[in-house]
């Protein structure tokens, strides 16, 4: 553990269609985590619904932290700091989790911090469940890969809260492609978790997928991969041939792995970095996974399942070293939609 102070964060979460709220000791011990998901109600739209999604967090929002702080069996009392998301994401959404933030810390007189959700990512490998043993904390400098639905960067962490953004998606983020090609693939919402179903019936070799290698650089490219699916699945129509929805699933994704799995290990090499972390919604895809745990050059960190997609307890890590390092908000934050990391 850090030698920083001791505290208990407790966060809350709303940038997307996950009303979330954590508490977390120390910037790692994971007393309580609750997500109420909306994706059933945005399934019926094919994809999130912005002010369905705002309207929702306003209802699950008070629920959602008391059950928080009674699973962990706190009150704000026990509570050292509020730790809350306040970008990138829907303007409509992080409105309430930073309203709702604001009231708690003005009510219980308690610290307020401010969290970008990129860099909570991140911190979800510092979590661990506080009843289970402690796993190793990741060494710096560490290559970090985070891959969410509106974001694909590689960052060069060189000590907490201390990133070089090596670079970047030039068009769609690797979570977004997913979603783009399951649509057109007639899959349904969330597109990540039905492609990686799919694929796994099919032939990751059927059909040859560029790979935007952009070489040189640690950026990434996704359209173009996409506008292949695309066109595949328009001359197999054509010609009157059945799609094969598994084969189409599995190249795609087979293109997209090996992509950020191998520009990955070459700027951990190039960068010197101990250690690689995955973080983001498509940290949670099976094949992105086996890539980096079957390699044996460096020690991989990515968060379980639970911790991959959107959630509170990797706000209250990201929060807890922005609190202990005194990086405290004032009370008229406001939220920041289009926030970069760096
Ligand atoms: O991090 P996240 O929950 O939200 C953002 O911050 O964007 O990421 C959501 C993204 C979506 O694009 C979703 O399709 C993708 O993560 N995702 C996956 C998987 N589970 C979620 N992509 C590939 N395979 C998965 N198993
Ligand atoms: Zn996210």
């Not at 702080?69 to 989790?97: E, F, M």
């Not at 400098?141 to 960067?153: D, F, K, N």
């Not at 998606?169 to 997913?178: M, R, S």
């Amino acid at each position: 553990m850090s030698n920083l102070k001791p505290a208990r964060v407790l966060a809350v979460e709303t940038s997307c269609d996950e009303t979330a709220c954590a508490v977390i000791e120390n910037g790692r011990a994971l007393l309580a985590s609750v997500v109420a998901s909306q994706m059933e109600i945005h399934a019926r739209y094919g994809g999130v619904f912005p002010e369905v999604a705002s309207r929702q967090h306003v209802l699950s929002i008070i629920p959602v932290v008391e059950q928080a702080l009674s699973q962990a069996h706190l009150t704000l009392k026990n509570i050292d700091a509020v730790a809350v998301t306040r970008g990138p994401g829907l303007a409509g959404s992080l409105v309430v989790g930073v309203n709702m933030a604001k009231g708690l810390a003005l009510g219980a007189g308690l610290p307020l911090v401010g969290v970008n959700h990129l860099e909570g990512h991140i911190y979800s490998s510092w979590v661990y469940n506080a009843d289970e043993s402690i796993p190793s904390e990741p060494q710096f400098p560490l290559m970090a890969l985070l891959v969410s639905g509106g974001h694909t960067e590689l960052n060069l962490m060189t000590d907490h809260l201390t990133y070089k953004r090596l670079g970047s998606t030039l068009d769609d983020a690797a979570g977004e492609a997913f979603d783009k090609v399951a649509r057109l693939l007639g899959l349904p919402y969330p597109g990540g978790p039905s492609i990686q179903k799919a694929a796994e019936e099919g032939d990751p070799t059927r059909f040859n997928f560029p790979r935007a290698w952009l070489d040189g650089t640690s950026n990434f490219s996704f359209s173009g991969l996409k506008t292949a699916v695309l066109y595949e699945v328009r001359e197999l129509e054509k010609k009157g041939r059945s799609l094969f929805v598994p084969d189409l699933a599995a190249s795609f994704q087979a293109a997209v792995v090996d992509v950020l799995f191998k520009k990955t290990m070459e700027a951990a090499r190039e960068h010197d970095a101990k250690e690689i972390l995955v973080a983001g919604g498509v940290s949670a895809n099976r094949a992105l996974r086996k890539a980096f745990q079957s390699q044996t050059e460096f020690k991989v960190h990515i968060p379980p399942l639970s911790l991959c997609t959107d959630n509170a307890a990797m706000i209250a890590a990201a929060g807890y070293h922005r609190y202990a390092l005194g990086h405290i908000s004032e009370l008229d934050i406001d939220v920041l939609p289009t926030w970069p990391l760096s």
